[in-house]
């Protein structure tokens, strides 16, 4: 939990973190934030993500001022390559009204780094 008040300013800017990672859920992380500013503005993000069973999973969705919320979604597939290897097969989908009309958006591929 942090604030921060700017001299001349009407309103003290706060913003707040957590993360939760269970001990039973090993592969299950949880983090949130939320934020205002001295406008009164708020924003947030909530992210979420895990693996198993040689699958990661993430979604995330964000909400800034004067803007509209964003969401987005990957599933990696292996989560992992035996032999060090870096490539997976992906899909991504998101959804914002910066994006595409609103429309989510698909996307899938192959990546290599």
């Known amino acids: 939990l942090r604030a ?8 003290p800017a706060l913003s707040a973190t957590a993360k939760l990672k269970a001990s039973r859920l090993s592969a299950l992380e949880l983090a949130a934030e939320a934020s205002m500013d001295d406008e009164g503005k708020s924003s947030g993000k ?9 699958v990661t999973a993430q979604y995330e ?18 989560a992992r390559l035996k032999g060090g290897g870096a490539r997976a097969f992906f899909g991504r989908i998101y ?12 996307q899938l591929g192959v990546q290599y780094d």
């Open 95 to 106: 959804q914002s009204e910066a994006d595409n009309g609103g429309k989510p958006r698909l």
């Open 61 to 78: 969705a964000i909400a800034a001022p004067d803007k509209e919320l964003r969401h987005a979604g990957q599933v990696l597939v292996p």
């Open 46 to 54: 909530f992210k979420v993500s895990g693996s198993s069973r040689g």
């Open 4 to 11: 921060r008040y700017k001299l001349g300013a009407d309103l």
